[in-house]
């Protein structure tokens, strides 16, 4: 106040009880609740005063209203037809993919002269001891159902994790949507469940656990084609990749190999080095010697 000399410019004193318990940089921090009890150069106690925030937080559309604006959502939703594709390789580091021409589905022989670019899968109860782990996990909204095929000395085996209910929000789009049979959704690949292991008569089984389209029913699996940079990813697609040949324990024995040849060559390389450096101080020594 300007009776007491002009506005205050610091302040004087902060009793320990206006300060927080917890403290910031080795001291406590004036709470606000307090600030009354802190006592300024003019002899006025502080007085805080509320001002709005500058900045706004983020609310969606959907949660304003009584219902008009999800409704208004819900007629924007367009439904796509998921897909799922496969990439077959030999190695990681492979940037095409290997084109199939003769497999088995669900034990039916499937061949033919030009690259398959898909077959359809046909879903089964589960018979793979993932399946009561998967079902101790998820709830009675969820099937768990497989589909196999065999390539060559692989095993495809494909978990599905299918919800049962449908969003209400996709409700309206149902009327219009002409593949209800592959399912409202896409697909999601779970990684950690994912294993490549040796099974009877070398036969390695490729396992994929996917969390599925709601009220699944048909599936189309796509093989990829020529170069994984040209392939178009515009679409309710899913991409997942298989290197056949070798299960975990081969690759991670391979890789441990790989490591231990290197650190020999590594090793030798060094020996040689040695060896050479070695030759060149033994001749000019020599020279040295026949100069004197």
């Known amino acids: 106040p300007f009776v007491m000399g002009g506005p205050c410019t610091q302040v004087v004193l902060i009793p320990p009880l206006a300060l927080s318990q ?9 709470l606000q609740e307090y600030a009354s009890m802190i006592q300024t150069d003019k002899g006025t106690p502080l007085v805080c005063t509320p001002k709005p ?39 990681p580091f492979q940037r095409d993919n290997i084109p199939l021409y003769h497999l088995f589905n669900d034990g039916k022989e499937i061949e033919q002269e030009e690259a398959l670019r898909a077959i359809e899968l046909k879903l089964k109860e589960i018979s793979h001891p993932i ?8 709830d009675k909204h969820y099937e768990i159902k497989e589909a196999k095929a065999r390539i060559g000395f ?11 209910k449908i969003p209400k929000i996709f409700k309206n ?24 292991l040796e099974q009877d008569e070398g036969i390695i089984e490729h396992l994929r656990v996917l969390i599925a389209p709601a009220q699944l029913q048909k599936i189309d699996l796509e093989f990829a084609l020529g170069l994984d940079s040209k392939l178009s990813h ?12 070798g299960s975990d324990e081969e690759r991670e024995q391979n ?7 290197s650190q020999e060559q590594n090793q030798s390389n060094q020996k040689t080095e040695a060896l050479r450096n070695n030759e060149k101080e033994n001749k000019s020594k020599n020279t040295i010697m026949k100069l004197s």
Do not use: W
């Open 22 to 30: 917890k403290k910031f940089n080795g001291e406590g921090v004036p």
């Open 53 to 91: 925030n500058q900045f706004e937080l983020f609310q969606p559309a959907i949660v304003q209203g009584e219902g008009g604006d999800i409704q208004e959502i819900a007629s924007r939703v367009v439904l796509e037809k998921p897909r799922l594709r496969l990439h077959l390789k030999d190695s």
């Open 131 to 138: 399946g009561e782990i998967l079902k101790q996990e998820y």
């Open 154 to 164: 692989s095993t495809l085996r494909l978990v599905f994790i299918i919800p049962t």
């Open 173 to 196: 789009a149902l009327e219009e949507y002409k593949d209800k049979d592959y399912g409202i959704g896409s697909f999601k690949l779970l990684n950690h469940y994912s294993s490549n």
């Open 234 to 245: 515009v679409g309710n697609v899913c991409d997942f990749e298989v290197i056949m040949g």
């Open 255 to 261: 890789d441990k190999n790989s490591g231990s040849s």
